[in-house]
């Protein structure tokens, strides 16, 4: 059987001009931090890449009163129309480098070429695409008469699709006038260097992006830090709870995105094969390593068997492997620690009795891997069925009616997503309404467009990223026409609705 | 000595291509001192009927586009313009008789004008569409579609507005995915012609946008009277006057007979307005059932 | 309205197998109406992933050779005479004169009179593709449009059977299927299927087209397969190449995915031919890669798949051309047919 399995077809990483050290991007410049230097590593071959400085606190002060000059000075006093011009030219510089940029994505994170090239960079262009426009045209984005920005925005991004969650972050906070602050992941901090080049070609005025490297406590101090406006996270439910506490009682803004456990729902009238397309891409797309992904597949119980026949016959084409390979569709686990936790989880679900079945991968010797594995026999009550494991590992629930699909989908402190397979129209809108979850997706999975809002009911966080809504954590509206007797008795909507010029921004903490 | 130069050729922008005009004729196009400057094509109503028909059979593609492809599609034609920018202030300086600083602004806000309209291409429908709550078990959503083709006057003999009044009558009515007929400053045509071929060598497709070179008066009312045209942008319209002394009110009464959607003149050159993009939109809502049983 | 008696169906061994002994129209109708459906989204999206797989070098090289070894090289023009069949004849039987590793094609395609004379031109080289021979495919049933009385496609079909082709390729009748008349279809299938019979017991092979182009939708395609597969057809077809849609990527994704539901349920396998439009290697591979990724590979072999094509070897042996002299190659070095 010698087709199936492929000539090698290796991207070449040639296209990448990496230094062996880089700086953290602060005003403007790459400089030293004061933390001690890490490396990064490829997931799949564990080899170095290259050495990453850590930002102590000392350099995310420095980093913060960059941002506050240049909002102060320069990004504040700027028209929309000049703010948008800035970002329609990192969109076109982003489209230019796209082949490297993807190169160096799928190094570092360890995620196939197919998926970066295909799906992370070409959404990482069109973000700032369309935010871009937005720049200049915030008075008709429904957010009120005279929206103003809210000043220094201080963002965290994950590991899971690092440049894609940078520019869902930079994108709207800039098109909306503030500066930023942002904290890449630990393990995937490249892109976001060669993002830092990229402003140096759009010659970004100094201070409106900063780049701050550095582990989890990097990102403590900057969400900490008393003269930031905003705080944006996207990660772990844990961490986002934490940070929820620590702006408590502050007048910083915040929005999270956190995580998921979404549920599947496959009835029997789903279109069968299209359905299995969307099981297999919900849980295995990008490993598993995805808020949204349809980690509980919920099967109505007359169907359950040929689905799950069928699902385990699908997997028998997924090739895990070289990241840097075209034809590879499951690339490595990012880090030896995240592959620790999907193995812990995954015995757990064994030991409560259900019934594990992994396709058949051969597991390269260096790297960290973890063959695509479906769980059956799964009961709302187990562990698996209810914890966010974060790897390619699928738990089947069935279900006899719509309302008990309903009532088990929506039986979970998470609230991100959910997937609904179905012909029937009247159905499936109504399911949507009962569904407690920000995105859904009908007959289809993990579809994301800058002009589509993403977030999570509950526990899997709040605010919106992504189209007209994704302006809202940026902005404040400066107030409402309202009569004259309500505006003199009030405070900050008494002033004179000018956006050009920043009211004044500092914002120490109410109460500690 | 100095070099001989080689003239350019004006020619109408139908379909993609640059043909001259069916009737054989041209008229002079002089400069603001009175030197020849060019023979442009004067359109008959033959050729405005030819473009209606390549503006027709480009609304399906076009507006068959995603937003986010129009809008990308429009932006690169403002990198392009960037790029020839001393092309069109040449032309401008040579057409209007006003300095070369007076005419780098006019590109400049030319250009700026179509980056904003450009913007709007993939947000319009979140800013004119959304979901309506009706009392029923009903989802039911109201999305802005275009209405197809538009006839439209760019603005005529307006100083400092040979270019960018065109591009402020043009934008707003393609990035909804509207395709154009539209009959540029007669006096002062030529920047309308090189923007055509900044056009031409883009990804707009051919069709989407037609320019016709001429005398407005002869040929709006066979365009206002055309049954395949969807609505008709009378902003250059407010001085034209006819053999007969027939005014732009004139083409609103015959558009009337066809309940074409009109937008009536302007003084000087339209501001960037939305109320531009949506007045050249239709709204669609729908319904569909939502039951549990 | 009355309640009538259900129309009884010819009953072919698979109909009766899943349907029951008392087939009908209505049981048909039931089965075909009762299948899921397809959404178009998803599968246009799974079939431009399988195209995203990068081919290259070895797999490439056997590749290319299969698209050649699968291919029913075709002349199907009103213009047709005994000297064009002679002229593609030939080229079926050495592609590439300056290359003699090249394989053959699977077979001719041609119109049933037109049979004795690739016959003949085949002479010796006339036998199983899989022993290295050339076979004759016939167009039958009033190809293209299928616009005639049964009686004439009938004789068509056995006019061409008796002039020595071995592959019958049917048309079935779409006003028939598109107006909900399943039956009238099934039993044609049948009837053509009984035409391909020869005095010795054997049976010519018979690919049923659907016409997809013309079907419009995926959910009548999906139906159409099961209908051919069940009226007893050896391959299922997509198109004549003579409307405006033929063969497509997603179009042929489907009709494997029933081909393979089909042999989940039986252990039968059933063929597939693309035919139309597939004129560059580089579509061609990808639809080998889908062959492989929904069926398996086993399927890539001339009693199981066939290119329907006439320029498509040409470009195939440019691409070969290239991979053993390490140069892009020109249409001045292959033939025409």
Redesign the interface.
């Known amino acids: 059987?010698?087709?199936?399995?492929?000539?090698?077809?290796p991207e070449s990483a040639s296209i990448l001009n990496l230094k062996a050290q880089y700086g953290l991007f602060i005003d403007g410049e790459f400089v030293d931090g004061h933390g001690d230097v890490f490396d990064t590593i490829s997931p799949a071959t564990e080899q170095v890449i290259a050495s990453i400085a850590q930002a102590t606190a000392a350099d995310v002060d420095t980093a913060v009163a960059a941002a506050r000059r240049s909002y102060e000075k320069v990004w504040s006093r700027m028209s929309g129309?000049d703010r948008?011009?800035y970002l329609?030219r990192i969109a076109?510089l982003i489209q230019e480098r796209s082949r490297e940029l993807a190169v160096a994505e799928s190094l570092d994170n360890g995620k196939p070429i197919?998926e970066t090239r295909?799906v992370d960079v070409p959404l990482v262009a069109?973000w700032f695409?369309?935010y871009?426009?937005?720049a200049?045209?915030l008075d008709?984005?429904?957010l009120g008469p005279n929206p103003r920005s809210l000043g220094v925005a201080a963002q965290v991004i994950p590991w899971n699709f690092p440049l894609l969650m940078l520019a869902w972050k930079i994108a709207p906070a800039l098109a909306a006038g503030n500066t930023v602050v942002i904290k890449p992941a630990e393990t995937t901090s490249l892109t976001a260097m060669l993002f830092a080049e990229i402003l140096q070609q759009a010659d970004l005025p100094a201070g409106v992006v900063n780049i701050v490297t550095g582990p989890g406590s990097t990102g403590q101090a900057l969400v900490t830090h008393d003269d930031v406006n905003k705080v944006a996270f996207t990660g772990s439910t844990g961490v986002g709870r934490m940070i929820a506490r620590q702006v408590a009682g502050t007048s910083k803004k915040l929005t999270l995105e956190l995580g998921g456990k979404a549920a599947n729902i496959v009835f029997d009238?789903?279109?069968?094969?299209?359905?299995i397309?969307?099981i297999v891409n919900g849980i295995f797309f990008n490993q598993g390593h995805v808020c949204c992904a349809g980690s509980r597949l919920l099967v109505q119980e007359n169907v359950h068997d040929e689905v799950v026949d069928r699902l385990k016959h699908r997997l028998s084409?997924l090739r895990m492997g070289d990241p840097l390979d075209?034809?590879t569709d499951i690339g490595a686990i990012n880090s030896a620690a995240q592959l620790e936790r999907i193995r812990t989880l995954s015995d757990t679900g064994e030991g409560e009795g259900a019934e594990r079945w992994t396709a058949d991968c051969r597991i390269p010797d260096k790297g960290f891997w973890f063959a695509p594995t479906i769980f059956t026999r799964v009961s709302t009550a187990h562990t698996i069925a209810r914890e966010e494991i974060f790897g390619p590992v699928l738990s089947v629930i069935t279900f006899r009616t719509?309302?008990e699909a309903?009532q088990k989908a929506n039986n979970t402190p998470y609230g991100l997503s959910a997937g609904i397979w179905t012909?029937k129209?009247?159905?499936m809108?109504?399911?949507?309404?009962?569904l407690r979850a920000g995105v859904v997706w009908a007959?289809?999975f993990n579809r994301f467009?800058?002009?589509s809002p993403f977030g999570g009911y509950k526990e899997s966080g709040y605010g919106r990223e992504g189209?007209?809504h994704g302006l809202a954590a940026y902005l404040e509206s400066s107030g409402w026409d309202a009569p004259r007797a309500v505006s003199a008795a009030s405070t900050d909507s008494a002033k004179p609705a000018d956006s050009a010029k920043p009211a004044k921004r500092s914002r120490k903490a109410v109460a500690k | 000595m100095s070099r001989l130069t080689v003239p350019k050729t004006y020619k109408l922008y139908i379909g993609g291509a640059f043909p001259r005009s069916e009737s054989g004729r041209t008229y002079e196009v002089l400069s603001a001192s009175g030197e020849f400057l060019a023979n442009a094509a004067q359109a008959s109503r033959k050729d405005a009927r030819d473009a209606v028909v390549a503006a027709r059979s480009a609304v399906s593609g076009w507006s068959g586009a995603t937003a986010y492809n129009r809008g990308q599609v429009l932006y690169r034609i403002a990198e392009l313009l960037e790029g020839r920018r001393a092309q069109f202030v040449d032309e401008i300086v040579r057409s209007e008789g006003v300095s070369a600083a007076e005419a780098g602004s006019q590109v400049d806000t030319a250009i700026d004008v179509w980056v904003w309209y450009a913007g709007w291409a993939d947000k319009y429908a979140q800013v004119a569409g959304n979901a309506n709550p009706v009392s029923g078990p009903y989802f039911n959503l109201s999305v802005p579609e275009p209405t197809g083709v538009v006839a439209a006057v760019a603005p005529q003999g307006v100083q400092g507005g040979s270019l960018l009044g065109f591009v402020s009558v043009i934008a707003p009515i393609v990035l909804t995915g509207n395709t154009v007929v539209v009959i540029a400053d007669e006096r002062a045509p030529l920047s309308a012609i090189s923007l055509s071929e900044v056009l031409a060598t883009s990804d707009v497709p051919g069709g989407v946008v037609n320019v016709l070179t001429g005398s407005a008066a002869e040929i709006m009312p066979w365009l206002a009277a055309h049954a395949d045209v969807n609505a008709l942008d009378l902003a250059g319209a407010g001085a034209i006057e006819g053999p007969k002394g027939e005014s732009w009110v004139d083409l609103q009464l015959a558009a009337a007979e066809t309940l074409k959607r009109v937008v009536q003149p302007v003084a000087g050159i339209p501001h960037p307005s939305i109320d531009r993009i949506g007045a050249f939109v239709e709204t669609k809502t729908v319904w569909h059932t939502k039951s549990m049983r | 309205m009355t309640l009538t008696h259900p129309v009884a169906l010819a009953p072919t061994d698979r109909a009766v197998r899943l349907l029951g002994g008392d087939l009908t129209e209505t049981a048909l109708r039931l089965h075909l109406d009762g299948l899921t459906g397809v959404d178009a989204v998803g599968l246009e999206q799974r079939a431009a992933g399988l195209s995203t797989r990068s081919i290259k070098t070895s797999s490439k090289a056997w590749a290319l050779d299969t698209i050649i070894r699968t291919c029913d090289l075709t002349t199907l023009e009103g213009a047709d005479t005994p000297g064009k069949v002679r002229s593609l004849v030939a080229k079926a039987v050495s592609p590439d004169a300056s290359d003699p590793t090249t394989p053959r094609v699977a077979a001719v395609c041609v119109y049933g009179d037109m049979v004795p004379y690739a016959v003949e031109a085949l002479g010796a080289n006339h036998g199983d593709p899989d022993h290295g021979l050339v076979s004759v495919a016939a167009v039958a049933t009033a190809f293209p449009s299928g616009r005639a009385s049964l009686a004439v496609k009938l004789a068509d079909t056995r006019d061409a059977v008796a002039a020595g082709a071995d592959e019958i390729d049917m048309v079935i009748d779409r006003g028939a299927f598109l107006s909900g008349r399943y039956g009238v279809v099934f039993d044609q299938i049948v009837a053509v299927k009984e035409a391909c019979a020869r005095p010795d017991g054997s049976s010519a092979h018979l690919k049923v087209i659907l016409e997809t182009g013309e079907l419009q939708t995926y959910d009548n395609v999906k139906r159409a397969s099961w209908l051919a597969i069940l009226a007893g057809a050896d391959f299922i077809k997509t198109s004549t190449g003579k409307v405006s849609v033929n063969a497509t990527l997603p179009v042929t994704l489907l009709m494997l995915e029933v081909i393979r539901d089909w042999h989940r349920l039986t252990g039968e396998k059933v063929g597939m031919k693309p035919a139309g439009g597939i004129r560059a290697s580089k579509d061609a591979i990808r639809y080998l890669v889908t062959v492989a990724e929904t069926v398996g590979e086993e399927w890539l072999t001339p009693h199981l798949w066939r290119f329907g094509a006439s320029s498509l070897v040409n470009d195939v042996l440019l691409q070969r051309q290239k991979l053993a002299t390490g140069r892009y190659s020109g249409p001045d070095y292959v033939t025409v047919d």
Do not use: C
């Open positions: 059987m010698a087709f199936l399995e492929y000539a090698p077809a129309s948008g011009k329609f076109r197919k295909d069109a695409f369309y871009a426009g937005w200049d045209k008709h984005a429904g009238d789903a279109p069968m094969d299209q359905a397309e969307g084409t075209k034809n719509p309302d309903i012909e129209g009247a159905r809108l109504a399911l949507v309404d009962k007959n289809t467009d800058p002009s189209g007209r």
